[in-house]
């Protein structure tokens, strides 16, 4: 026991890490590129942030354990939407200008089409193949539709191109190495506590790959760019499904777990639909309404734990 998890903080570090180095050296070689901000904001930044779940539930799926990634891309977007979200609005209430309906449209439109995928029980690589054109599909409409927002500078400086290649190898070995760590202890958790890998997904690698989104929303919220902290839970809400979750099909296609269909997947639908609900017609997420979201997180989790 003791082993397992001393392996999944280890995994849990590395990604960390490697997600952290990882943004930083393809964000400063995009600059050193000329790479517009808006590409570098929705491709390169969106990709590199999802890393760490990308890994996770790669490696699980290829492992033969399809619970645990389908868990991870479920969990994951919950943690964002409840969790983090939640956290941020606690910290500094987040002031809603008007931005990220659209693409808070596209994260509910996605959530629906994983349920549909569930409930159907389809499990193809030609399905992964659809999810990845979705995704560039919707980075294509992004890119001939930007918001005004979409413009603004990153006055943050860029590091030397030759740091920032080290800081993009380095975060790849460590987002490897950790991935790698994190699930094999993770699977071997599950057998030791007697949940499922669904329930060890949705909740302990969850929540541990949505780390770099959940420092990241802070720091956002706390300098005053709640757009910032927004648009990276529903950046990372929309590639979670879309990039993560057809990559997984891709090369594991196994049917996403039913389990998931009892009421992780109806409360990620709702979760999708109240924001995008808020987003249009509320001013803030505040306080109040951010430790809701953190309850809802916590019920939910010591719900899923207690099976």
């Known amino acids: 026991m003791i082993e397992a ?28 590129l000329g790479i517009s901000h808006l590409i570098t904001g929705l491709v390169i930044v969106g990709a590199a942030t999802s890393m760490p779940e990308m890994v996770a539930s790669v490696e699980a799926a290829l492992m033969g354990s399809p619970e645990l990634a389908w868990g991870n891309i479920v969990g994951s977007n919950l943690a964002n939407t409840l969790l983090i979200l939640g956290v941020c609005a606690l ?31 389809i499990g193809s690589m030609w399905l992964g193949v659809v999810l990845l054109a979705l995704l560039v599909a919707y980075i294509y409409w992004r890119y001939n539709h930007p918001r005004p927002t979409d413009e603004e500078v990153d006055d943050e400086p860029a590091p030397a191109i030759g ?10 070995v460590l987002l490897v190495l950790g991935g790698n760590l994190l699930v094999g202890a993770a699977i071997d958790l599950a ?81 999708a639909f109240a924001l995008l609900v808020m987003l249009a017609t509320a001013k803030q997420i505040g306080r109040v309404a951010g430790a809701a979201l953190v309850m809802i997180f916590a019920v939910n989790t010591a719900m899923s734990l207690a099976g």
């Open 5 to 32: 998890i001393l392996f999944s903080l280890a995994g849990l570090a590395g990604l960390a890490v490697g997600g952290e180095l990882l943004v930083r050296g393809s964000v400063g070689i995009a600059r050193h």
């Open 91 to 121: 910290v500094m209430p987040i002031a809603l200008t008007g931005t990220g309906k659209r693409d808070g449209v596209i994260a509910l439109l996605a959530t629906l089409v994983l349920w549909a995928v569930t409930a159907l029980q």
């Open 163 to 172: 740091l920032a290649g080290l800081f993009f190898v380095s975060g790849l």
């Open 191 to 271: 057998e030791l506590i007697g949940v499922s890998e669904t329930v060890i997904g949705l909740t302990v690698v969850a929540v541990g790959t949505s780390l770099p989104e959940l420092a990241a929303s802070i720091a956002a919220a706390v300098r005053g760019k709640p757009g910032l902290a927004l648009g990276n839970v529903i950046g990372s809400n929309i590639y979670n499904i879309l990039l993560i979750g057809g990559v997984t099909m891709s090369v594991a296609p196994h049917p996403v777990p039913a389990s998931l269909l009892t009421y992780q997947l109806v409360l990620l639908a709702v979760s």
